[in-house]
């Protein structure tokens, strides 16, 4: 069961968004826990930015897991775009479960999937949109119920290996961006009840559930950044996904030139932070955003596994302070041997 909670906005030309047809919007579906505030509102500001069609954003939660000044706060920044806005408490339950770096709160797409059966995207909050991110409603208003969603190719292949062996490197797509069609959904009760624990348990229910099916469009709607290490300007994703334990919200700001230098896919995250922040401070609400910011540079949980050995460094360079610049130079020297993906690295 899920609760909704709306919070009405007003359009910058002073129009009420609920006196235009719900029709009219694309619809845009994400969920989060407190640890992800800050870049759900990074995300939310790219699509704003890009966006070429009015959208609708959907808020889901565990319950208990997101505060209610969280809420405020992501209210605020909302109706500061001039978007529709609500929020979903979704039922927890046991079978969802931390892996790793993954939060149960990745099991509440099946929820939204379920509670909304209308033409909808899916984003995970660790990505930001670029230029031609919203084409992808119009896939998703051509898919059938018998292809029953929209995935991006993962690379340039559609399928990697059997997903039977539950390894991530196998499946056909990364569950991070999906675009759902009208319509009932496929049952993933019973296969999650009788699922012998794999890595990423939902990215495993997923492909099982739809890889054959799938509707598949270019990966340049999920484009990994642990498969790149710089961007093409000339041919620029338009969804990024800082998929994997580390993340930009995590590097100490002070490095970020050397990113910047080679234009790491971590650049466009930054270039889209700073224009939030910039944002916010126009409205007042510069303080909030600074208080989030340092909030999501100090989240995240240090494990001792070799994928996280990426976060364990961005850490490290926080504790560092002003001595962090001289690690990373040295550290520059062996870059080859420094976990790919860590960009102010490579």
């Not at 338009?238 to 993340?247: L, S």
């Not at 002003?322 to 690295?345: D, F, M, N, Q, Y």
Request: aromatic share 10%; with cysteine; net charge neutral.
């Amino acid at each position: 069961m899920a609760s909704t909670e709306r919070t009405g906005v007003r359009s910058g030309r002073g129009r009420r968004h609920d006196s235009i047809p719900e029709g009219e919007y694309s619809r845009v579906v994400c969920a989060i826990d407190s640890n992800m505030v800050y870049p759900l509102a990074v995300l939310v500001f790219s699509l704003a930015q890009f966006a070429t069609r009015p959208f609708r954003l959907t808020i889901g939660y565990l319950d208990g897991s997101l505060t209610s000044e969280d809420r405020d706060f992501l209210s605020a920044v909302v109706s500061g775009l001039a978007i529709p806005l609500d929020f979903m408490n979704l039922e927890n339950d046991d079978r969802f479960v931390t892996q790793g770096h993954i939060s149960p709160t990745t099991f509440a797409k099946f929820l939204l999937s379920d509670a909304i059966l209308e033409e909808h995207l899916w984003i995970d909050a660790d990505t930001i949109a670029l230029p031609g991110w919203d084409v992808i409603f119009d896939e998703i208003a051509l898919t059938t119920p018998q292809e029953g969603l929209v995935v991006a190719r993962r690379g340039d292949k559609k399928t990697t290996g059997p997903v039977s062996t539950g390894e991530a490197s196998n499946f056909a797509f990364n569950a991070g961006v999906l675009g759902w069609p009208v319509g009932l959904r496929k049952d993933w009760h019973s296969p999650l009840s009788s699922l012998a624990l794999v890595d990423t348990q939902e990215q495993y229910l997923f492909n099982s559930l739809y890889s054959e099916s799938a509707r598949w469009v270019s990966n340049k709607f999920n484009t990994l950044t642990y498969r790149i290490d710089s961007l093409d300007q000339s041919n620029l994703p338009y969804i990024i996904h800082y998929a994997g334990p580390h993340k930009p919200w995590h590097l100490v700001r002070g490095l970020v030139f050397r990113c910047l230098q080679h234009n790491c896919p971590w650049s466009k995250w930054f270039e889209m932070e700073g224009l939030f922040l910039s944002s916010l401070s126009e409205k007042g609400n510069g303080q909030a955003g600074a208080h989030y910011r340092i909030l999501a540079l100090r989240s995240g949980k240090i494990r001792w596994t070799r994928d996280g050995s990426g976060y364990r460094l961005l850490r490290l360079l926080q504790w560092l302070g002003p001595l962090a610049p001289v690690l990373v130079t040295i550290l520059s020297w062996g870059k080859e041997s420094i976990p790919r993906g860590t960009h102010p690295i490579h």
